[in-house]
C-alpha cells in the first residue's frame, strides 16, 4: 500500500504545518482524531486528547452551549472559551464541520485564539499510478466477446481458465462483466468500432467465486485484407487494488478538501522551481484569481511586489537548498489582482521525495493587513493622546469604584502627580476635602445615567494649589450597548475663571458706587420734605420719591464651555492626513473614514488659498517647530497647536495638530468687553444723574426757600397778596420737583421691570380736556391749547395714567421750547384699529444731527439752554408707549418746530362727527 502511505504522510505533513487546531468527533462528541496545534493549544501531549470527550476543553458552564453548535455545524466564525490542562481559560475563535466518512457522520472543529488569525488550507494531491500485469486477449465482435485467445492471467483474475472460455458455451467475457456496466462497455466498444479507433475503458466483473474485481482494458482493431474489423485484441488488467484505493484516496482527498475549504487562511504548495502546484479556496479569495489562474505560475514573479522579490527568493532557495530552516513565522507582501498589497504572516514547511530531497514547500498564511493598519493607527492614537495638549484620563465604568485605568502625559503635567500615582484611583482625590460642589453633584447624575456632560470643577494639583478644572465627560458603550468606560478630558481654566471672577468684583464696585451717589440723593430729598412740611398736600405727592432711583445691573455672561469641542489630527511628510479624530467633527458632519489616508491637495475641506499655508504649517512643524495661531473656518474660531512627533528612533515622522473650537470664548471675550463698556457707561450715566438731580433740585430748592424767608418776614396783615404771590411760588416749585422725582420713580420702575400696562376703558376725550384744564398753570403769557378731535366721546382700552403721562409730557415740552404767544395743537383721530394722538408746536425745534439720540436717557438737545429739564421725559414717553403696543415719532426742524405722532392701540365704541375744543 505505498500509495496510501504517501498520502497519509503528506495529510500529516499538512497536519503539522497549520497553526489552527483541529479536531475530528464522532456522534457523541467524542474525539478521533486531534492534530499536534490542537493538542498543543490545550496543553496536552500528543495522542493524549486521543477517544477522549471534546468537553475537555470547554470549560464548565458552557458544555450545553457547545452541544447546540455541533447540532448546527455551520462553518461560521464562532467566538467561544477553551480551558488549558491546568484549568486556565482564554478566548478562541472556531469552526465547526459537519461530514460524512464511511456512512458514518462526524464534525471537525477548527480552533484558534482569538488574538491569532489562523485557517486552515488545502493541498494539492499527485496520485501515483502503478502499471501491474494482465490478461492478453483475441475476441470476436459478438455480444458474448467470444475468446479466440485469452492468456493464462484470467485464471488468477477471473477465476476461470483459458479452456473454459474456449469450451464452454455458458462462459464468456461478456457474460462476466457487471450487469450495471454491460451495456456501457458495449456502446463503447461499438463506438470504437465505428470509429476505427483504439479503446480504453474500466469495468468491473463478477469471478467465480462471486468477486467483484475492477478491470483496465485496453485494445484495438483487428482488419481483414479489406480492412473489413471482424475481431477485438488487447490487454485486460486487473486494477481492484488501484480502483479501491482511487475511491479512498478520492474519499480522502474530498474529506481533506472540507477541511481546508471551510478554512479561512491561505495554503499554498510551491514547488523547487518556484512554481505554484496548490492554492486553496481562500488563497484564490485573497489573490483574486480562479485556481485555474492560479496553478502552475511563477509565485514570484506573479504574486510578490518586485521591491521584495530578490530578499524572499534567496530565502526561498536557502530553505530548498537546506542552507536554511524554514521559518515558523514570517511575514510578507503579496499583490493581489487588483495590484493592491496585503501583508501575509506564514508558517512553513518543506515535503521531500522518496530519496529525502526537498522539493518544494508548504506554507500555510493568514491575511494580518487590517491587523498590521490595527496596530499602526493604535500607535498614532497613542502617541497623539500622549502629545495632546489636554489632560485625558480613562476610568472603568464596569467597576462600581471608577478606577482611572489611563492618563496622558498632559493630565500629569496638569495635575501633577505621575502616572503611576493616579491608576487605580477614582477621580474624587483631586478634589481633596473640597467636595460641597454643586458641579459634583451634576457630574455624579451624568455617570449614573451614563450620559455626557461639561462642569467646572475646583481642584487640588499635587503640592496642593487650587485650579479651576474644565471637565468634559464622554460615556463608552459596547457593542450591545452596555457601558464600558468614561472618557475625561480635562482643561485649565484658572485663567479664565480669575478673569471672571475680576469682572464680578469690578461689577460690586460699580454697584456700591451707585449705592453711594443714590444715597446722597435720599438726603438731598429728605431735606427737601423736612424744608415743605407746612405744605403737606403737595408734599404727599412727593413722598414716593423716597424710593431710590435703581438702575439695572449688567449681568456677567457665563464664559463658555466649548472644551472639548476639537479635532486631533496627524499630518505626515507627504502632507497626507493619517489619523484625525475629535468630537468637532460630527459638529462639522465631518467621518474621518473619508479623511484619513488622503493627500490635503485632495481633502474639500482645504480651501484652494489655504492648501499652502497648511503645508507650509505642516513642514514648520516637521522641522522641530511647535506653532500656536488661530484660524477661522465656518465661521467658527479655532485655536491650532503643532507639535512634532518622533519615531522610536527619534526622527520626527509626523506633525500633530490639535485644533479647539474657541468661538465660545470669542463670544465670550467680546461680550465681556461689552459688558465692561455697558458698566462704563451706567457709571458715567449715574454720574451724569446725580450731577443733573443736583442741578434740578437745587434751582426750586432755593426758590422755594427763599420764598418762604419772605412769607415769614411778610406777615403782618395787609401782605396777604405778597404771602399769596410767595406760596404760589412754592407750590409751582415743588409741583416741578414732583414731575422730577416720578420720572426718576417711572425710569426705575421701567428698567428693573416692575411697570405694566393696567388696561381698562375710559373716554380719551373727557381725560385729555382734563388734562388740558390741569396745564394752564404752565403756558406762558398768550400760549394757547387746540384739541381737535375726530369724537366727541371716544372709548378706548387702555392704561389712562399711561397716556396722561405721555400726553402730560409731550404737551409740558411743546409749551416749555415754544415762545410766548404761540398756539400748541393736539390733534386726536383714529385710523382703523389705531389710535393717533398729534402733538405739534411752533418753538425752537430740535438739531438734525440730534434726532437719534432724543429718546435716550438724561439726553437733552444743546438748544435746549438753560430751559429746565431732566432728559427723561421723552425716554419715558417712548417706554410708556411701547408697553401699550405702540410706537412714538416726530419730525422736527430748527427753528420751526416739532410734531410728535403717538401711535396706538384702539377699541372704539361710537362714532361721533368731529368736534372742536379749545382750552
Known amino acids: 500500500m505505498p500509495d496510501v502511505l504517501k498520502n497519509s504522510d503528506l495529510f500529516q505533513a499538512i497536519s503539522a504545518s497549520s497553526i489552527a487546531g483541529f479536531f475530528v468527533l464522532d456522534e457523541n462528541g467524542m474525539i478521533l482524531n486531534a492534530n499536534l496545534a490542537g493538542e498543543r493549544m490545550f496543553g496536552y501531549q500528543p495522542g493524549e486528547l486521543t477517544h477522549q470527550p471534546m ?34 481559560e482564554f ?24 488574538d491569532i488569525a489562523v485557517f486552515e488550507s ?15 486477449y483475441r475476441c470476436k465482435l459478438d455480444r458474448q466477446r467470444s475468446m479466440e485467445f485469452i492468456s493464462a492471467a484470467c485464471r488468477e483474475i477471473s477465476g476461470y481458465t483459458p479452456e473454459q472460455f474456449y469450451d464452454d458455451s455458458e462462459i464468456s467475457w461478456g457474460n462476466l462483466i457487471h450487469p450495471e456496466d454491460r451495456d456501457r462497455i458495449r456502446e463503447e466498444i461499438k463506438q470504437a468500432v465505428s470509429k476505427k479507433k483504439k479503446y480504453q475503458f474500466s469495468y468491473r466483473i463478477i469471478t467465480s467465486n462471486n468477486q467483484v474485481k475492477w478491470i483496465l482494458e485496453r485494445g484495438s482493431m483487428v482488419q481483414d485484407e479489406v480492412n473489413k474489423i471482424h475481431r477485438l485484441e488487447g490487454f ?32 499554498l504548495v510551491i514547488n523547487k522551481d518556484h512554481i505554484i502546484e496548490m492554492v486553496n479556496k481562500k488563497g484564490c479569495e485573497i489573490l483574486g484569481y480562479p485556481q485555474k489562474d492560479i496553478a502552475g505560475k511563477n509565485w514570484f514573479d506573479s504574486f510578490i511586489p518586485e521591491k521584495d522579490r530578490k530578499k524572499l527568493l534567496g530565502l526561498f532557495d536557502s530553505v530548498i537548498s537546506g542552507r536554511t530552516s524554514p521559518p515558523d513565522y514570517f511575514e510578507n507582501p503579496i499583490l493581489n489582482k487588483n495590484g493592491v498589497k496585503r501583508i501575509i504572516r506564514w508558517r512553513n514547511a518543506t515535503f521531500k521525495d522518496d530519496k529525502g530531497k526537498t522539493i518544494g514547500v508548504i506554507s500555510s498564511g493568514i491575511d494580518v493587513t487590517e491587523t498590521k493598519l490595527a496596530k499602526q493607527r493604535l500607535d498614532i492614537r497613542n502617541r497623539a493622546l500622549e502629545a495632546a495638549g489636554n489632560g485625558i484620563i480613562i476610568v472603568d465604568a464596569q467597576h462600581p469604584d471608577l478606577p482611572i485605568i489611563y492618563c496622558n502625559k498632559a493630565f500629569s ?24 460642589q454643586e ?23 499635587k503640592d496642593g494649589t487650587l485650579f479651576w478644572n474644565e471637565l468634559f465627560l464622554t460615556p463608552l458603550y459596547d457593542e450591545d450597548q452596555k457601558l464600558t468606560h468614561f472618557i475625561g478630558v480635562q482643561n485649565d481654566v484658572t485663567e479664565i475663571q480669575n478673569t471672571k471672577n475680576q469682572l464680578h468684583e469690578y461689577a460690586n464696585q460699580l454697584e456700591n458706587k451707585a449705592n453711594e451717589r443714590t444715597h446722597e440723593l435720599h438726603i438731598a430729598v429728605h431735606k427737601l420734605v423736612e424744608t415743605n412740611q407746612s405744605l403737606e398736600d403737595q408734599i404727599q405727592e412727593t413722598k414716593i ?12 455672561t457665563a464664559i463658555a464651555q466649548n472644551f472639548p469641542k476639537g479635532i486631533i489630527a496627524v499630518y505626515n511628510s507627504h502632507y497626507e492626513l493619517v489619523f484625525i479624530e475629535g468630537e468637532e467633527l460630527s459638529r462639522l458632519h465631518l467621518k474621518n473614514g473619508d479623511l484619513e489616508g488622503r493627500s490635503i491637495d485632495a481633502i474639500a475641506i482645504f480651501s484652494t488659498d489655504s492648501i499652502a499655508e497648511v503645508k507650509k504649517h505642516i513642514q514648520q512643524t516637521l522641522d522641530g517647530q511647535s506653532l500656536s495661531f488661530e484660524l477661522i473656518y465656518q465661521e467658527n474660531y479655532y485655536a491650532v497647536n503643532t507639535t512634532p512627533m518622533r519615531s522610536e528612533d527619534n526622527k520626527i515622522d509626523a506633525a500633530l495638530f490639535v485644533y479647539h473650537n474657541i468661538t465660545e470664548q470669542k463670544k465670550v471675550l467680546e461680550e465681556l468687553g461689552r459688558a465692561l463698556k455697558v458698566e ?49 411760588r412754592i407750590r409751582a416749585n415743588v409741583k416741578n420737583l414732583v414731575v422730577i422725582l416720578n420720572d426718576f420713580l417711572s425710569l426705575g420702575k421701567l428698567e428693573e421691570g416692575k411697570l405694566v400696562a393696567n388696561l381698562q376703558h375710559f373716554d380719551l376725550i373727557q381725560l385729555s380736556k382734563s388734562l388740558l384744564d390741569e396745564m394752564e398753570s404752565s403756558k406762558k403769557e398768550g400760549q394757547q391749547i387746540i384739541l381737535n378731535a375726530t369724537e366727541t366721546t371716544l372709548s378706548v382700552y387702555l392704561d389712562p395714567k399711561l397716556v396722561s403721562h405721555i400726553l402730560v409730557n409731550l404737551l409740558s415740552n411743546a409749551l416749555k421750547y415754544s415762545h410766548e404767544g404761540q398756539e400748541i395743537l393736539l390733534k386726536i383721530l383714529r385710523k382703523g384699529d389705531t389710535l393717533l394722538l398729534k402733538i405739534s408746536d411752533k418753538g425752537i425745534g430740535i438739531p438734525s444731527d440730534e434726532h437719534k439720540n432724543l429718546f435716550d436717557r438724561f439726553f437733552r438737545a444743546r438748544n435746549a439752554g438753560t430751559i429746565q429739564g431732566t432728559g427723561l421725559g421723552l425716554h419715558i414717553v417712548k417706554q410708556y408707549t411701547e408697553l401699550m403696543g405702540g410706537t412714538v415719532t416726530f419730525k422736527s426742524s430748527l427753528g420751526k418746530g416739532s410734531t410728535f405722532t403717538v401711535r396706538l392701540p384702539l377699541n372704539l365704541y361710537d362714532y361721533e362727527k368731529n368736534t372742536i375744543y379749545r382750552g
Open 122 to 136: 488545502d493541498m494539492k494531491f499527485r496520485r501515483l499510478v502503478a502499471n501491474v500485469s494482465g490478461i492478453v
Open 680 to 728: 462704563q457707561e451706567l457709571n458715567e450715566l449715574k454720574s451724569r444723574f446725580i450731577s443733573m438731580a443736583s442741578h434740578e433740585f437745587r434751582t426750586p430748592l432755593s426758590a422755594i426757600l427763599s420764598s418762604a424767608i419772605l412769607i415769614d418776614k411778610q406777615n403782618e396783615p395787609g401782605k396777604e397778596t405778597y404771602r399769596s404771590k410767595h406760596v404760589s
Open 91 to 114: 478566548p478562541m475563535d472556531i469552526r465547526i464541520v459537519r461530514t460524512e466518512l464511511k456512512g458514518q457522520n462526524i464534525k471537525v472543529v477548527y480552533c484558534k485564539p482569538a
Open 55 to 88: 468537553r475537555m476543553v470547554i470549560p464548565n458552564g458552557y458544555g450545553d452551549e457547545f452541544r447546540v453548535h455541533l447540532e448546527k455545524a455551520t462553518a461560521k466564525p464562532i467566538q467561544f472559551v477553551g480551558r488549558v490542562k491546568n484549568g486556565t
Open 439 to 461: 458641579q459634583i453633584a451634576v457630574l455624579a447624575k451624568a455617570i449614573q445615567t451614563g450620559k455626557t456632560c461639561r462642569v467646572v470643577l475646583r481642584n487640588y494639583r
Open 413 to 436: 503635567h496638569i495635575t501633577g502627580y505621575k502616572q503611576s500615582e493616579v491608576l487605580g484611583k477614582n477621580c474624587r482625590f483631586l478634589q481633596n476635602d473640597d467636595r460641597d
Open 545 to 556: 420719591a423716597e424710593s431710590k432711583a435703581r438702575q439695572n445691573q449688567m449681568q456677567l
Open 236 to 267: 485486460m488488467e486487473d486494477i481492484t487494488r488501484q480502483k479501491e484505493t482511487e475511491i479512498r484516496l478520492t474519499k480522502e482527498k474530498s474529506r481533506l478538501h472540507q477541511y481546508l475549504d471551510t478554512a479561512a487562511s491561505m495554503f
